[in-house]
């Protein structure tokens, strides 16, 4: 993700368990979303649930095969809007930048997966 570092904080990163931190922002300025791996079957899913103070819910990664040499990346997130009433209302003012990021993020990883194996 734009301005996204991970690190995993416990276990392997690969399995059930295991926790992972997300700081996105730009230099101190940003949040750290936590999450933990729920449910591991490689190589098609993964789940994990965000346990943060800003970023809560769940989030999942499915690889399907398309045909005999491409594959299919779905990403789903059911997250619940940080900061209470503040935050519902500030979605919409919010949600542009948020899609622009998110798109501009998903294009810059199908280049990097297009690649991948050349």
């Known amino acids: 993700m734009l301005g996204t570092s991970v690190r995993v904080t416990g276990g392997d990163g690969r399995g059930v368990g295991s926790t ?21 079957e490689p190589p098609l899913r993964c789940v994990v649930l ?3 103070a800003v970023v809560r819910g769940t989030g999942e990664f499915l690889v399907s095969a398309v045909g005999e040499s491409a594959s299919e990346f779905v990403w789903v997130e059911r997250l619940e809007l940080p900061f209470g009433v503040v935050g519902r ?10 899609v622009w990021g998110v798109r501009r993020s998903l294009k810059a990883f199908a280049r990097f997966a297009e690649g991948y194996g050349r």
């Open 50 to 52: 965000h346990t943060g």
């Open 20 to 40: 992972l931190a997300a700081f996105t922002g730009a230099g101190p300025v940003g949040f750290t979303d936590t999450m933990r791996i729920t449910e591991w």
């Open 89 to 98: 209302v500030g979605w919409p003012l919010v949600r542009p930048a948020f």
